[in-house]
């Protein structure tokens, strides 16, 4: 390490042109010394041709050549006014890359800018458009494919389909049953509060039935499975387009469209009604259990009270939205997963997407269901 006295950079006069002379190891250990003594130089005379001599340099980095020059710009020389002389090759190669690198513009640098509520508004309505005109096309590519299918049956995939019904379904039963029976005890439990004020606590079997099988049921258990399948289905596909194998399928002859989704979407539009079934029995266990607890209902009173005012359609509409459900939680999974980019982030990008996209989906179709049905009487 060279003493503090010592001099990294001399100015001098030579012929009516200012020299700047560097010596010593011109490292990033020095860095602080380097820029206290540049920014200690004089000025250069203005229309003076102005030298860089490197006869004493004994080595030099990127990062105290860039010192160098940046420090020289603020005097108002540009690394283009200076003439090297007596330079070693390799510092005047590395003098001409920091040099080029300095002049190059920023790349993929963007200037921030603050957009207003409209601006923000109409962005999201032509992002929304785009979603929905490409959903609407992988619709459409999976109907072809579907029809391919029925042509050809031997190319549907039956291994494949009942491993991601076990996965969907038979996984998936111990968080249904606990979360619908929890959904099913709150229910019954707020809604018996409110009915034992005016002594009409068995009218709680009504309300627990009806809500239960009609629309909690379907739409909670639709929710999980967007959270735990479409997610799970989203992440799949797209980490196998990562990783190529989803080129490797199309090298193969094979359509990902007939391997990876249509397994996935019979799976989950064949298992969800059966686990709103499972919601429907774990929800009324749950309004039962409140019953018997807290509003001296006996378990053969509450069921003797939902046979009684169920009607049997309230059961078969909450069973018949199920497969309409699954087929857009399977539908915006698998599409964005085969959408995912090649990179690890736009696969977690892509899954949050689904998963937001599948909610809203469902709740959307929910309200339609809800509009045409009591349009019809139901």
């Known amino acids: 390490m060279p003493p503090p006295t010592t001099a990294w950079i001399e100015h001098s006069v030579e012929d009516g042109a200012d020299v700047f002379h560097l010596q010593g190891p ?56 200076l003439n090297r002389r007596a ?23 963007a200037p921030s800018r603050h957009l207003g509520l409209l601006q923000h508004l109409g962005r999201a309505t032509v992002k929304l458009s785009r979603t929905l005109r490409a959903h609407r096309s992988f619709i459409g590519q999976v109907a072809l494919e579907t029809l391919a299918v ?5 190319l549907f995939r039956l291994r494949e389909t009942v491993s991601q019904f076990e996965s969907v379904v038979l996984d998936g039963i111990p968080i249904v049953a606990l979360m619908t029976l929890l959904i099913g005890v709150v229910f019954a439990y707020l809604l018996g509060i409110q009915a034992r004020q005016f002594g009409a ?16 049921s379907p739409m909670l258990v639709a929710v999980i499975v967007a959270g735990r399948s479409g ?33 996935r979407l019979l799976a989950i539009m ?7 079934f499972v919601g429907d029995v774990a929800g009324l266990a749950g309004g039962m259990l409140i019953g018997a607890t807290q509003l001296e209902i006996s378990p053969r009173a509450f069921i003797n009270r939902l046979h009684a005012t169920l009607d049997l359609s309230a059961l078969v509409i909450g069973l018949l939205k199920a497969p309409v459900f699954a087929a857009f939680i399977a539908m915006i999974g698998c599409h964005m997963g085969l959408s995912v980019a090649r990179d ?20 959307v179709i929910d309200a339609i269901f809800a509009v045409a049905l009591q349009q019809l009487g139901y």
């Open 26 to 81: 011109w490292r990033l250990a020095h860095l602080p010394e380097l820029v206290a003594q540049i920014a200690a130089l004089p000025p250069p005379r203005a229309g003076q041709a102005c030298i860089l001599d490197g006869s004493r340099l004994q080595e030099l980095d990127t990062s105290a050549a860039f010192m160098l020059f940046r420090h020289l710009c603020t005097l108002g020389l540009s690394p283009d006014q």
């Open 87 to 109: 330079m070693d090759p390799r510092h005047e190669r590395l003098l001409a890359l920091v040099h080029e690198r300095m002049a190059a513009p920023a790349v993929g640098v």
């Open 150 to 154: 029925l042509r050809r049956p031997r």
């Open 201 to 216: 606590g068995i009218f709680v079997v009504d309300g627990v039935g009806l809500a239960m099988c009609r629309e909690l």
């Open 231 to 263: 997610a799970a289905f989203c992440a799949q596909i797209g980490s196998m387009k990562v990783q190529e194998e989803t080129d490797a399928i199309r090298t193969l002859g094979l359509s990902p469209i007939q391997v990876l989704v249509m397994p």
């Open 270 to 276: 064949l298992g969800l009604p059966m686990l709103v």
């Open 344 to 363: 690890a982030r736009s696969v977690g990008d892509n899954t949050t997407s689904t998963v937001v996209q599948s909610i809203v989906a469902v709740i």
